[in-house]
């Protein structure tokens, strides 16, 4: 059932083209250029009336609800807070009846995110799950919500799951926009017209897996890693370093490139690479210069940036280039070959990728 990969991670890296496609299937029409979700034309009210959306997850998952807080906020212009399901759950939160909970789990039996959901239904919270596994404890405990249906995700590492949540969540950021007159028709088609193009882009991105594996090979000794982004890319460097945890044991952490220099930067020299993702936005002229700053301190750099960069591919030892995509969809695409990269580096390191040790593919205890 691995298809002829070596490893469940790796054939469900590849898979991810054609389970985004799975995922919008019967939502997206591409011919219309418009989105339909059942769980949206069933409460839109509700939905498109939430005076805010707290989003719990752990995780992988919460990483994705980051990305879903900058979707909703800049789609809907409602305010949106991320918050670990277990810290949520014991915080006494404020929580009101006009608030949208969005439960986000793979597995939809994680203990914390269920006590999450059941916490904020008590306190009449409308709930949204985003799951994958169809009839899980936590799709069963929600009011409404979607489906990711990227098929039984096997490797402890959540790979494919991740893009199926953005995915989810940029659908429904985009539809509730529409559905509340914030996102005008031109914007709706033209971010409907990006999304029908990702699984196009993920394969491109997908093609650069040997040039990820040969370098790799350099990173089989590393100790430390630092991953860098901003905006957009600031939940993608989180969640490339978990990923490199989770599978190498090596020590990553993810920062906002710009925080940099407010305290990570003392730890750059020679031995320390940093991943940076540097495509294309509006902020391209700080992350380079970002960049600038770690070489100067004989940081090794491997850049993910977009297709027909110069200035970085100046300055970076190593570059995976992306094909060019509307910056809200930025992380279904970047996110790939930072899986990759941890995916090579733990198997030079003669490493479990499929079953790292201490962890369990769904934590039902807490
Ligand atoms: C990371 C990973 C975990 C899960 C987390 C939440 O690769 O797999 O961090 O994302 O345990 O699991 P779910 O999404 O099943 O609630």
């Keep these: ?29 591409p011919d219309a250029g418009t989105v339909t979700l059942s769980a949206v034309s069933n409460f839109k009210e509700r939905l498109a009336g939430a ?40 915080r006494n939160p404020v929580i009101s009846s006009d608030d949208v909970v969005i439960a986000i789990s793979q597995s939809g039996e994680t203990a914390d995110t269920l006590a999450a959901v059941e916490l904020a239904k008590e306190k009449g919270a409308f709930i949204y799950g985003i ?36 995915m989810v969540l940029a659908l429904l950021a985009l539809l509730l926009g529409k559905e509340k ?9 033209q971010t409907v017209a990006g999304l029908v193009e990702i699984p196009g882009k993920m394969r491109e991105v997908l093609k650069q897996d040997s040039l990820i594996a040969d370098f790799s090979k350099m990173f089989t000794y590393a100790r430390n890693f630092i991953y860098l982004g901003r905006g957009y890319a600031f939940p993608v460097a989180l969640e490339g370093a978990l990923k490199l945890k989770e599978i190498s044991y090596i ?13 990570p930067i003392a730890l750059v020299d020679a031995e320390m690479p940093v991943v940076v993702i540097a495509a294309q936005s ?56 930072l899986q990759l990269l941890a995916y090579h580096i733990a198997v030079y390191r003669g490493m479990d990728v499929d079953q790292p040790r201490n962890l369990a593919k769904s934590v039902t205890v807490e």
Excluded at 297 to 323: M, S
């Design 1 to 29: 059932e691995k298809n002829g990969f070596p490893h469940f991670m790796l054939k469900e890296i590849y898979d991810q083209p054609g389970c985004i496609s799975d995922c919008m299937g019967g939502r997206v029409n």
């Design 51 to 90: 005076h805010r959306f707290i989003i719990v997850g752990c995780g992988t998952s919460w990483h994705a609800g980051l990305i879903g807080k900058q979707l909703i906020e800049s789609f809907c212009r409602v305010p949106v807070e991320v918050e670990y399901a277990s810290e949520f759950r014991y």
């Design 131 to 166: 799951c994958n596994v169809v009839g899980s404890s936590i799709a069963r405990a929600t009011d409404t919500g979607s489906y990711i249906h990227v098929g039984p995700e096997i490797g402890v590492a959540s790979t494919k799951a991740f893009t199926g949540q953005v």
């Design 181 to 189: 007159g914030i996102v005008s028709e031109e914007e709706y088609h």
């Design 251 to 263: 020590h990553a952490e993810g920062y906002p490139a710009a925080e940099m220099k407010h305290g």
């Design 282 to 337: 509006a902020l391209y002229d700080k992350v380079l210069s970002n960049i600038q700053e770690i070489k100067a301190r004989k940081g090794r750099v491997i850049a993910v940036v977009t297709r027909g960069d110069t200035e970085i591919k100046k300055l970076a030892d190593y570059c995976i280039e992306l094909p060019d995509t509307l910056e809200c969809l930025l992380p279904l695409v970047a996110s790939i070959p």
